[in-house]
């Protein structure tokens, strides 16, 4: 039976895990807003679902949840220091 499928993206496989982050980071902070958000790796094995979003540490290659997470406590602790500086200045 022949089936259609549709993506928003499609990444290859010479693409960094920096370059994949960026385009799927305005999505992942989003839940920083109150947004629902999901990220799903789909492929055959071995085709690097795993890495992508997990990566690893050497070279700095971490995947898309460690960077989600790293940004997201960044976020919040900007966002915590800037209701500090305004209430400082009301």
Do not use: H
Not at 13 to 26: M, N, T
């Amino acid at each position: 039976k022949w089936r259609s499928f549709a993506f928003d993206k499609v990444w290859g496989p010479d693409q960094s895990q920096q370059s994949i982050f960026q385009d799927v980071e305005p999505l992942a902070l989003s839940v920083v807003d109150g947004y629902n958000a999901c990220i799903f790796a789909y492929g055959q094995t071995g085709s690097g679902k795993t890495y992508t979003m997990e990566g690893v540490e050497k070279n700095n290659n971490y995947g898309i949840s460690y960077r989600t997470i790293q940004k997201i406590f960044q976020l919040l602790n900007l966002r915590a220091n800037q209701q500090r500086a305004a209430s400082i200045m009301s």
